[in-house]
């Protein structure tokens, strides 16, 4: 029992030190390159919901995502 508190603090002092870190410029680029993929896509499930065709939906959509994501459809991948 004290072996397994003891490597489940160690495991929680490293997840806690770990989200201490200060992301490097790298990083803040790549979650930014999530964000908008992710509000991309938000805009094209919106288009879809006011019942618009997937082919009007998804031209907006290839265009905002053509310098961040990968595929025809935006990826959820991001490009390196």
């Known amino acids: 029992m004290k072996l397994a508190l003891t490597v489940l603090s160690v495991v929680w002092a490293?997840?806690?030190f770990?989200?201490?870190a200060k992301p490097d410029s790298r990083v803040k680029e790549?979650?930014?390159?999530h964000r908008a993929i992710a509000a991309a896509h938000e805009k094209a499930a919106k288009c879809l919901e006011s019942g618009k065709s997937e082919k009007e939906c998804h031209a907006p959509l290839a265009i905002e995502c053509k310098s961040v994501a990968i595929g025809k459809y935006c990826?959820?991948?991001?490009r390196h």
């Open 14 to 16: 490293g997840t806690v």
């Open 18 to 20: 770990a989200q201490t």
């Open 30 to 33: 790549d979650i930014a390159a």
């Open 75 to 78: 990826g959820m991948r991001h």
